[in-house]
């Protein structure tokens, strides 16, 4: 990628994520990822064929990459909720 799309994405991206944010904050997460899904499927329907694997598992790296920024944004540096130590039953 050359320095020019690099500094294309860097001015466009998060004016874009700033207005989409809003609207899937607080649907359903399955309907998230189903709206996610079908957005990815537009995007890479405009990928040729045998380039779509390479681009899919490029995105997927990408997504991992920005996970523990994400997660750090909704839930400080203690993490996902989820991932913190329950105490036990008694």
Not at 37 to 57: M, T
Not at 60 to 81: A, D, F, K, M, N
Request: hydrophobic share 40%; no cysteine.
């Amino acid at each position: 990628m050359r320095k020019e799309d690099f500094e294309e994405i860097a001015a466009e991206h998060p004016p874009l994520v700033a207005q989409i944010k809003p609207i899937l904050a607080g649907v359903n997460p399955a309907i998230q990822s189903s709206v996610l899904a079908d957005l990815l499927s537009y995007w890479l329907a405009g990928i040729r064929p045998d380039l779509r694997e390479e681009l899919f598992r490029q995105h997927i790296e990408l997504v991992r990459t920005l996970l523990p920024e994400t997660e750090r944004e909704l839930y400080g540096s203690q993490g996902h909720p989820g991932l913190r130590r329950r105490l036990p039953r008694k």
